[in-house]
């Protein structure tokens, strides 16, 4: 099957060195203070964008699990895997990013009673059941055929837990994005749309890198297995 072209490993991996590093500086040193939560709202260019990348991640695995579903093509199914697996990570940090600027600014780690909180904490439960899932099953169709299933049926739960945000009748998460747009500009949309960038640029970086190492064990186990 032909693939499209795709920009160089050693080149993303510039480009997501160059935004991050631009990212970092315009959120410390360019980025003005918050009229409420002053220099601690800065941790909101991390936590929103890393929380978007992630969302990002869930659904691209939902759509190679698709793929993979139609055409029946391995690659599909560890491409769908890699994706997973970038998504939780970052779950993991939207969680801990949340947790501390939550309080921070309100004065509680965590609330139970918060949907949206409790929301995203079962979208990263359900994906984390993922490689339970995975890995109780042998290598084979059976494996990427319920894997697939699994990963597709979990991006119904993305726009639940987005929504979960708008509806949310308090404030311990404001919301920045309306269908008016967003509700700040100059420098703070600035930076917002530039770490947004370098983190969707940084996370499919190591998508590649990931992909690429997971292909390289691959091809390695086939050539040990023909030699054996």
């Avoid at 510039?14 to 601690?40: C, E, K, R, W, Y």
Wanted: overall charge positive; charged content about 15%; proline content about 4%.
């Amino acid at each position: 099957m032909g693939r499209s072209y795709r920009i160089p490993l050693p080149a993303l991996a510039a480009s997501a060195f160059v935004l991050v590093t631009l990212a970092i500086a315009m959120v410390f040193f360019v980025a003005p203070n918050d009229a409420d939560q002053g220099f601690s709202q800065r941790i909101f260019y991390f936590h929103v964008s890393i929380a978007i990348t992630a969302y990002a991640c869930f659904a691209g695995g939902a759509w190679k699990a698709f793929r993979h579903l139609t055409r029946r093509d391995p690659r599909y199914d560890l491409e769908s895997y890699v994706a997973v697996h970038q998504g939780v990570i970052l779950g993991v940090l939207v969680l801990l990013t949340g947790s501390i600027w939550a309080k921070i600014s309100w004065g509680h780690w965590w609330l139970w009673s918060e949907d949206q909180l409790v929301l995203f904490l079962v979208l990263f439960l359900f994906y984390c059941a993922y490689f339970m899932l995975r890995f109780s099953v042998d290598p084979g169709p059976q494996r990427a055929n319920l894997s697939a299933v699994y990963a597709l049926f979990g991006v119904v739960l993305i726009p639940v837990s987005f929504a979960a945000i708008r509806l949310a009748k308090n404030l311990i998460h404001p919301v920045v994005f309306t269908l008016q747009g967003p509700r700040f500009g100059g420098w703070i949309l600035v930076t917002y749309c530039v770490a947004q960038a370098a983190m969707l640029v940084l996370a499919y970086t190591l998508y590649r890198v990931e992909l690429a190492g997971k292909l390289l064990d691959s091809r390695l186990r086939e050539l040990r297995e023909v030699l054996a």
